[in-house]
């Protein structure tokens, strides 16, 4: 019985988190900032942010962007020095745009500038 208690606060991720290195836009209220997106999944996002994160409003943060591929609304749910990772509002709603993202960047169709 400890041992799957122990397993399940180890790998508490429903889903599968694919590294990439994508530029992307997070708005914080009505600013925004340019970002790095580190990692992404159906249920969110690892961002790298230009400041430590200390240096943003975490409360106003609403929506991650990357440029003609994703505009999804998200919540805060860590802050590491200048990582920061978010999770995806409504990631039902919009599986498919997230699962099509994915897939082209698994093809190598969707790369950084």
């Known amino acids: 019985m400890a041992l799957a208690a122990l397993e399940h606060a180890v790998n508490r991720r429903r889903f599968d988190r694919l590294r990439v290195n994508l530029p992307g836009d997070l708005a914080f209220g009505p ?40 505009d999804q609304r998200v919540i805060f749910r860590w802050s590491r020095d200048r990582q920061l990772g978010v999770e995806f509002r409504s990631p039902d709603l919009s599986r498919t745009g997230i699962t099509r993202v994915l897939d082209q960047i698994r093809s190598g169709g969707l790369r950084p500038p």
Request: hydrophobic share 50%; glycine share 4%; aromatic share 2%.
């Open 31 to 70: 600013r925004s900032t340019p970002v790095v997106v580190l990692d992404l999944s159906l249920g969110g996002a690892r961002i790298e942010l230009p400041l430590p994160a200390r240096a943003y409003d975490m409360p106003a943060l609403s929506v991650l962007r990357i440029e003609d591929v994703l």
